[in-house]
């Protein structure tokens, strides 16, 4: 229970309308007693320096997306929603970048630049309700990263605050910046366990001229015909900015071809697009389907795509216990992951919806169904990537099943070095504990 002066204390600097008793329990924890709305950077440290202060704990969120990802505490003593915390700050069209606040949706940004003919090259999954602080911290991308990259090659700088309420800022405002070493690495993919990001630097770049969706699908589902085909991708002229196997699951509700389908986008000038549409049309295996979509039907699949997934906003849990992970292989071991979680199926009588990425080798699988089904298959996830050789994360998990499942898997060997910063850092452990890998 927060002491009523420390509240009294809080309200010399916010308004009584930012600091409000938190009556939701949210079914995927990483609460707060309290929520607090900070408008301004100033008031983010504020926050963050009392807590610090009085031993208080604050877990961050921007809209709430990736509520169900890490952490074993369901309450901290406040919640710093950024919900308020939103806008440009400086936007240069001619040097391709943009600043913003870390509480700014993705999809409110994307909108604001497509005037200017600018986006940023991420595509996260729910993008109208994800905030871009949020990608940040957790590091997501999506499908396209095999042409975009991940959020680590697209931000160039951050200001963040540190727990003890001090503002530091790492990288820059242009795209030539080389000076020292690259902090902003630090903050990325940190799960707001360092500080909370408030201000993100992005680059730029123009948007195509044109866009297609490409989707060979194979039907007798031989992932030696899938292997060798995106071998001959990989290794020809041709550059997809996606090359994404989905699982027949998947591959039906989405386009309702009930086969293991390669989702392949390509985005330049349109005489680029169309050869190469025919470059792949002429290499298909001989069992392989063709079909080439315009770029209003593609933008409905990824529509559909980026909406698949579980999505942490929800007051209710499902009808059905929903999970999903990220599993990280070598690229082309993606065909294996998908093939071995989808017999899954009928061993926990689950369904699994799962894609990966034949050229960055990161998959996502998603399951659904009874709690007990769901906790035997999620279990059986983490096995089949370390028998891959691979890794497994659990990005989306309902509190209670996250006690359950172990969120991160083994600790790294690094784990030490992860530790030593979260200590420099956060001594006090005030911002989001336990949230991140071995209880950081």
Not at 186 to 196: A, H, P
Request: aromatic fraction near 8%; charged fraction near 25%; glycine fraction near 10%.
């Amino acid at each position: 229970m927060i002491a009523a002066e420390s509240i009294s204390a809080l309200k010399t600097y916010f308004r009584e309308d930012q600091i409000i008793k938190n009556e939701v329990s949210s079914p995927f924890g990483n609460s707060g007693e309290m929520i607090i709305l900070p408008e301004t950077e100033d008031e983010i440290a504020a926050a963050l320096k009392h807590a610090d202060l009085n031993g208080l704990t604050i877990n961050i969120m921007g809209s709430g997306t990736k509520r169900g990802f890490g952490g074993l505490n369901e309450k901290a003593d406040f919640l710093l929603s950024l919900e308020k915390y939103t806008g440009i700050v400086e936007h240069t069209p001619g040097d391709m970048t943009v600043t913003v606040r870390s509480g700014t949706r993705f999809k409110d940004l994307q909108d604001y630049l497509a005037k200017h003919n600018q986006k940023i090259s991420l595509d996260p999954f729910w993008p109208e309700n994800a905030t871009i602080g949020g990608i940040i911290a957790a590091n997501e991308s999506g499908p396209k990263r095999l042409g975009y990259g991940s959020a680590r090659d697209a931000v160039i700088g951050l200001r963040t605050v540190y727990p003890d309420g001090k503002v530091i800022r790492s990288g820059g405002r242009v795209v030539k910046n080389v000076a020292g070493y690259d902090m902003n690495k630090l903050f990325i993919g940190s799960m707001g366990t360092l500080g909370v990001i408030s201000e993100i630097t992005l680059k730029l770049r123009p948007i195509p001229k044109c866009e297609s969706l490409v989707l060979v699908s194979f039907p007798a589902g031989n992932l030696e015909d899938i292997k060798a085909f995106a071998v001959k991708v990989l290794d020809s002229m041709i550059e997809p900015v996606s090359l994404e196997l989905l699982n027949p699951a998947l591959s039906d509700g989405l386009s309702g071809i009930n086969s293991y389908t390669i989702a392949m986008s390509f985005e330049d000038v349109e005489s680029s697009v169309r050869y190469q549409e025919i470059f792949v049309g002429n290499m298909l295996p001989k069992d392989a389907k063709l079909s080439i979509s315009s770029k209003e039907k593609a933008d409905l699949f990824w529509d559909r795509f980026y909406k698949h997934i579980p999505n942490g906003p929800d007051k209710e849990l499902p009808i059905q216990t929903e999970a999903s992970f990220k599993v990280g292989t070598v690229n082309l071991d993606a065909v294996r992951i998908l093939k071995d979680t989808e017999l899954l199926q009928d061993k926990f009588n689950v369904k699994v919806e799962s894609h990966g990425g034949l050229g960055h080798g990161l998959s996502q699988v998603t399951i659904r169904g009874a709690e007990p089904d769901v906790a035997d298959a999620a279990l059986h996830v983490r096995q089949i990537a370390e028998r891959a050789g691979g890794y497994a994360v659990a990005k989306h998990l309902p509190f209670e099943l996250r006690k359950k499942v172990d969120v991160w898997g083994n600790k790294p060997s690094h784990f030490f070095l992860l530790q030593g910063i979260k200590t420099k850092v956060d001594p006090n452990k005030t911002v989001s504990p336990n949230r991140f890998i071995g209880g950081i």
